[in-house]
């Protein structure tokens, strides 16, 4: 399949994904996009359309959440820093203040449209370690499942330029894997992905479908887009990278206008990145073949069959618990007679799974002394084999 397609509108729009068949969807708003850079504001009236799109997704059943910049541009301005780059104390200082009003905006936007808002501030750690990954994709599913919309940032206050993602685009990618989406929109000052970059280049053609990220593609990126950007067309790329190998589709597209979600779905250009896979099969083949079992749980032949039938794995299943593994682990599941059925990542370390092998999961909190997960492994961390 080639990578790229320069096929005309018609074309185009037939390849295209439709948004209303999308059930989990991310969306990334930049500060150029949301902060008026002139007066250090949010530019509000743009940000209650783009909430009327996010409410009219929501009412259709889509599960949505937002990855936003904006608390340093907006802090910078409430702590009068100058233009320019910053200092990191500073800038973590401009994201603490600003942070504040950032997440106070969204919640206000998104009440107007009836729907309760979620702020949720992660640094790099958050997604790269198994324990802190599985932490928070825990607190996002609970709020999707509240029909809340999570609001994710950087948390700029604690990270460093050594351990940060350094732009909300991979940010919004690992969101994405992490929440098992079907979509990312990156919502830019660009149109979308041009032959080459259009403010250079007279001549550059958007693309509107790209079937694969290809060397190709990434040579077509550009630099930073604006001084309140910390990224480009290069980071986009990167976030496409993750995306489509996390089984989610992305697509790049103009946010300067009012309602831009709803402008894609009346077929504005953009940029698809398309993906041949979907979260729960790209999610499944990194458990089955990417991680290390670091031990094994022995089930008796009732639980066997519930996980075989699609169901999590409760303690009161488990007869045996073999090795040292800690919560988030890679973990073997065997049946009665010692086969392997499956793999999953555990929600206990193995100190603590001893302690509830066998048990109800009300019992739970009297035999750990805390409240602990219903589930030994949650279905949604784990393959069982055939699948």
């Known amino acids: 399949m080639a990578p790229v397609s320069l096929a005309g509108p018609a074309a185009s729009a037939a390849l295209a994904p439709r948004l209303e068949n999308f059930r989990r969807i991310v969306i990334k708003v930049g500060s150029s996009l949301l902060v008026d850079r002139e007066q250090g504001c949010v530019k509000r009236e743009w940000l209650a359309a783009l909430a009327r799109d996010i409410a009219d997704l929501h009412r259709q059943g889509a599960d949505i959440l937002v990855v936003s910049s904006g608390s340093v541009a907006l802090g910078r301005t409430v702590l009068a820093f100058p233009n320019g780059g910053l200092k990191l104390e500073d800038s973590q200082a401009a994201a603490a203040v600003g942070q504040i009003a950032l997440a106070r905006i969204w919640a206000e936007v998104l009440a107007d449209e009836k729907i309760a808002a979620g702020q949720i501030l992660v640094t790099f750690g958050d997604t790269e370690e198994r324990r802190r990954y599985l932490n928070a994709r825990a607190t996002i599913g609970r709020l999707l499942d509240l029909r809340a919309v999570p609001v994710i940032n950087e948390n700029d206050t604690v990270a460093t330029s050594e351990i940060r993602y350094g732009d909300n685009d991979r940010l919004a990618a690992r969101v994405a894997t992490m929440a098992s989406a079907d979509l990312l929109i990156l919502l830019s000052d660009v149109q979308g992905l041009y032959t080459a970059p259009p403010n250079e280049n007279p001549e550059a053609v958007l693309i509107p479908i790209v079937t694969r990220v290809t060397a190709e593609i990434e040579a077509m990126a550009g630099g930073a887009a604006s001084q309140l950007s910390r990224g480009g067309m290069r980071t986009k790329i990167e976030a496409a990278k993750i995306a489509t190998t996390g089984g989610a589709h992305m697509l790049i597209a103009d946010g300067r206008v009012a309602h831009p979600v709803a402008r894609i779905g009346s077929g504005a250009p953009c940029t698809w990145f398309l993906t041949g896979s979907n979260p729960v099969t790209a999610r499944k083949k990194w458990i089955a073949g990417s991680l290390e079992p670091r031990g094994a749980l022995h089930l008796d032949a009732g639980a066997a069959r ?82």
């Open 306 to 387: 519930a996980i075989v039938s699609g169901k999590s794995l409760l303690p009161a299943g488990v007869t045996r618990i073999e090795g040292n593994f800690a919560r988030g682990d890679c973990v073997l599941i065997r049946n009665a007679d010692g086969g392997e059925i499956g793999r999953g990542l555990v929600a206990y370390d193995a100190s603590e799974a001893v302690l509830i092998a066998g048990r109800n999961s009300q019992d739970i909190e009297a035999l750990l002394g805390a409240p602990g997960r219903a589930a030994i492994i949650h279905r949604d961390d784990m393959v069982v084999a055939g699948e």
